[in-house]
């Protein structure tokens, strides 16, 4: 191939689609590459496994394997399909805490250098000041009405423990309560980031999709990319750019710099998700039917609580989860201090957590107390019984017993993080150290992670991003 892009972004996910809408308005030329499908604009034609918010996808999926702890091993879902994880997950809309932001101390990455750009991602229904309302990312409040019974007797329960309602689970104050989420499903479809940021650019003769297109290695020579070596099908192709964007995800981005020869400490280092734990139930006799039924909403409120293990005004997630017939509340510490790696073993990656390891040790402290207030709102609800082995775990055994039932929340972050210290892998403009013309923009740059879920964030860090990148 012997045309050349302005820029080159790879991976189609949350960052990516917003990244590549907004460089391609600014007139310039893009190629966006992404290893999944393209169904194109947003139609029935897209498959039921993405269109559903109910459902969960193996088929767009990267079959990805994680290490929680040592010897703990577990499928870690990474969507495969433009629209990236947006296009498979749970639809919870929600901002982090604007001090959360500010902790990181990037220059030009401050929420007040930020939140004028959240208007721009979110055009939001309901909630609190805090939301965008004239972006495109569609997103409005689980209400009363379409939560299911299994969400509303949590809330109910919740209530009844002493929490307060919220009227978002992003308000900054009362710190504890109980919220439906936000979520980004419109007219029952799961509204991805293609759909809300790539739909509107697509057919500008600037943009040049490359679907099924996995990038294999970027092609250096003194300190600058001159091409992106990709695989299509069994053929191998070439793009040459004068800058490459990597969106590739808080794996795909790291395994694409140590596949191209940059094997510096920082790169993968910094890996963080929100531990948690599952309390498990079975239906008592009277239960409501749909307890049973696979195909209802999986995950819908949310109770922010306070563990006490740390300073912070709440650090907890407490929600209730239906899947495939089960019923669970989830615990999840949302200021934890592990950190894990990610790396290359014979060309295929190696994801580590190392949850509780190291400083990561007061994150039990805290999951602890969870349990502790899970256990107590879940004895409120009268139509279940607890059957997890946690249960019958007494107090002494409780610590042993979350080590080896940890599992994390799907906000995984932090694998070529922003910042000037030797932990910095992209500076405060997002350019990769010593290479001239290429830039990281996705979960991989959040030098800590927030007490929130990760979407918006990430769509957020494209929009900054673009800015910084096309300027
Ligand atoms: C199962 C699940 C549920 C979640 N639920 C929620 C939720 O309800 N709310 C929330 O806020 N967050 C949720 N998250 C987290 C959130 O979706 C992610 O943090 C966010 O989408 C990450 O965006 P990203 O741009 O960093 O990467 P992604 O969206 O993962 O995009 C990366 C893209 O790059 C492509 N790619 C990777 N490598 C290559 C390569 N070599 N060549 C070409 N293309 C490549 C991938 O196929 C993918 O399309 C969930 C995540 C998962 C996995």
């Known amino acids: ?23 391609v308005r600014a007139g310039r030329k893009v190629a966006l590459v992404e290893a999944g499908p393209d169904y194109g604009r947003f ?17 767009h999926d990267w079959g990805l394997e994680a290490e929680l702890t040592r010897g703990e091993t577990t499928a870690e879902p990474r969507a495969r399909v433009i629209g990236g994880c947006s296009a498979h997950n749970e639809c919870a809309a929600v901002w982090p805490p604007r001090e959360d932001i500010d902790a990181w101390r990037v220059s030009g990455w401050s929420s007040a250098e930020l939140w004028p750009l959240v208007d721009r991602v979110e055009g939001a229904r309901g909630g609190s000041a805090i939301r965008g309302r004239h972006g495109p990312l569609v997103t409005a409040p689980w209400t009363d009405g379409p939560l299911t019974a299994w969400q509303s007797a949590f809330v109910d329960a919740a209530v009844a423990s002493g929490y307060d309602r919220l009227d978002d689970v992003s308000s900054p104050a009362p710190a504890t309560g109980v919220a439906p989420f936000h979520a980004n499903v419109r007219d029952g479809v799961r509204w991805n980031a293609a759909f809300a940021f790539l739909d509107p650019v697509r057919g500008r003769k600037e943009l040049s999709i490359f679907a099924g297109t996995e990038a294999l290695k970027l092609e250096m020579r003194s300190g600058r990319v001159d091409a992106l070596l990709c695989r299509r099908g069994r053929k191998q192709l070439r793009i040459l750019a004068d800058a490459y964007v990597l969106c590739a995800g808080v794996y795909g981005s790291p395994l694409l710099l140590l596949r191209s020869g940059l094997h510096w400490r920082a790169v993968g280092r910094g890996l963080q998700d929100h531990p948690g734990v599952a309390l498990t139930f079975d239906r008592a006799p009277g239960a409501p039917r749909e307890l049973g039924s696979p195909n209802v909403y999986r995950s819908q409120v949310v109770l922010r609580a306070s563990s006490g293990a740390s300073l912070l005004g709440w650090d907890l997630h407490v929600l209730p989860y239906q899947a495939d017939g089960e019923l669970l509340v989830f615990v999840f510490f949302m200021a934890p201090s592990s950190r894990g790696v990610v790396d290359l073993r014979d060309g295929r990656p190696r994801i580590r957590f190392r949850f509780f390891a190291g400083e990561g040790a007061v994150d039990l402290d805290a999951l602890e107390a969870g349990v502790g207030i899970a256990r107590e709102i879940a004895g409120r609800l009268s139509f279940v019984r607890v059957v997890d082995p946690s249960s019958s775990v007494r107090a002494r055994s409780i610590r042993r017993w979350i080590r080896e ?31 001239a013309n290429v830039h990281v923009v996705d979960a991989s740059i959040i030098p800590r992670i927030p ?8 769509m957020l860090i494209g929009m900054r991003a673009a800015q910084l990148v096309g300027s």
């Open 1 to 23: 191939m012997t045309e050349t892009f302005d820029l080159a972004v790879i991976g189609a996910g949350s960052s990516g689609c917003v990244v590549a809408s907004e460089l």
């Open 43 to 59: 139609s029935r034609r897209w498959p039921r496994d993405v269109r559903d918010p109910r459902r969960r996808t193996d088929r």
């Open 405 to 435: 039932n940890v599992t994390g929340y799907a906000h995984a972050t932090g694998t070529c993080r922003i910042g000037t210290g030797p932990e910095g892998v992209v500076d405060a403009r997002t350019q990769v150290r010593g290479l």
């Open 451 to 458: 007490r929130a879920n990760t979407n918006l964030l990430c």
